[in-house]
C-alpha cells in the first residue's frame, strides 16, 4: 500500500498510523519531496477529475487568478502540494480519509 502525501500534513499522518495500526505495510510517499510522474498524474486525475486539486489549500490561495485557470495537470506538476491528500494506493485507489475511505482501507 502507497500512500501519497505530506509530511507535514495531519491528515497524512492519520491515516499513515491507522493503516499501520491494521496491520497494513504502507510506505509513504511524500509528494513534495518526490512530486508525481507525469503518469502518475495522468492515472490519478483519471481516477478523481478536477477533486484531486485542492482549491480550500494555502497553495491554491496564493495563486494567483491566471495561475487558478491552468489545466489541473498543469498545476499539479508546477505545485506539488495543490493535490488533496492523501491518495492511497491499495486494492482500490482513493482519494482523502473520509469515513467510506476509511472503511474501505481498515477492514
Not at 25 to 54: K, M, Q, S, Y
Not at 72 to 92: D, F
Amino acid at each position: 500500500m502507497i500512500l501519497y502525501g505530506i509530511s507535514t500534513c495531519d491528515t497524512c499522518r492519520k491515516a499513515q498510523k491507522a493503516l499501520a495500526a491494521a496491520g497494513h505495510p504502507v510506505t509513504f510517499r511524500d509528494i513534495r519531496a518526490a512530486p508525481l510522474t507525469g503518469a502518475e498524474r495522468a492515472e490519478f486525475l483519471a481516477a478523481f477529475g478536477e477533486r484531486l486539486v485542492n482549491r480550500a489549500s494555502t497553495t491554491w490561495r496564493a495563486l494567483s487568478e491566471a495561475d487558478r485557470a491552468a489545466p489541473a495537470e498543469t498545476l499539479l506538476a508546477a505545485h506539488p502540494t495543490l493535490m488533496k491528500r492523501p491518495v492511497i494506493r491499495g486494492a482500490q485507489l482513493t482519494l482523502g480519509w473520509d469515513g467510506a475511505t476509511q472503511a474501505l482501507h481498515l477492514k
